[in-house]
């Protein structure tokens, strides 16, 4: 989807085919690849299954299927999170306290996980601080789209889908709604771009866990208010684009208005 701008429509187009920003290459790597790399880790939680599974079969279940498949149905206890708001999302990282305490059987318990990506249900962009978070421990999720991988790939992902390119990028994905509401469906992340981590070296991965300690509990405020602080080189995101371009050769106070 485009943009009001060619130029913004641009930057998205070129950060999605050719995995470059001003110039700089950034190792990006589409979500069903990432996933499917990490096939036989993740097929361990449903090696009593014997069909092949695609990319989406990994993704944690919409409305629906949270509430008829999952909540009370099962014997394995897990935390769920139930509502997206300026309170739920307003970090980087879900605070344990807005998340409920369910029963699930196996098959949801495979789906459930750390990296929470906002999209099932619709919401409005702008009533959010985060758009992307974690969880410390596996969690379901109706209204958000929960993807698997380990607590630090969960944090180094967070910082990536909160930053400003990777916001630009979400917005190319997603579907307008009636009254200014935003949902992005599961078929389109097969085109979300996350960060490659094997092409990331151990500096490169420390500094953004150590970025994520740092801002983990830093409220964000909603998006406009932090996209006019970024302009003005203040608040959280400004601080988040900053350290994450640097570390990719870009400064943000030159190369970048963020």
């Not at 979500?31 to 009593?48: H, I, M, T, V």
């Not at 009533?127 to 596996?138: K, L, M, R, S, W």
């Amino acid at each position: 989807m485009g943009f009001h701008t060619a130029e913004l429509s641009l930057r998205a187009y070129t950060l999605y085919k050719q995995h470059e920003l001003l110039g700089v290459k950034l190792p990006l790597k589409p979500l069903p690849q990432y996933l499917l790399e990490r096939k036989a880790e993740l097929d361990e939680c449903f090696k009593k299954s014997k069909r092949s599974r695609g990319f989406e079969d990994y993704i944690g279940y919409d409305v629906a299927q949270v509430r008829h498949k999952c909540l009370n149905k099962g014997d394995i206890p897990v935390k769920v999170l139930m509502e997206i708001n300026m309170d739920t999302f307003s970090s980087i990282k879900i605070d344990p306290h807005f998340l409920k305490l369910t029963r699930i059987p196996l098959e949801c318990f495979c789906r459930a996980d750390r990296l929470h990506i906002p999209g099932v249900a619709r919401f409005r962009l702008m009533t959010i601080g985060a758009v992307a978070a974690y969880t410390e421990e596996p969690t379901i999720s109706q209204v958000t789209w929960t993807v698997p991988m380990s607590l630090e790939e969960a944090k180094i992902q967070t910082l990536w889908l909160d930053t400003t390119p990777r916001l630009l990028h979400i917005l190319s994905l997603r579907q307008d709604s009636a009254g200014g509401y935003v949902q992005i469906k599961k078929e389109s992340l097969r085109n979300l771009l996350l960060l490659d981590d094997k092409g990331l070296s151990c500096e490169q991965r420390k500094v953004l866990l150590d970025l994520v300690d740092k801002s983990k509990r830093v409220e964000m405020n909603r998006l406009a208010y932090q996209l006019e602080g970024a302009s003005r080189k203040q608040g959280i995101r400004y601080e988040i684009n900053k350290v994450f371009l640097r570390i990719f050769g870009l400064d943000v106070e030159k190369d970048l208005e963020v």
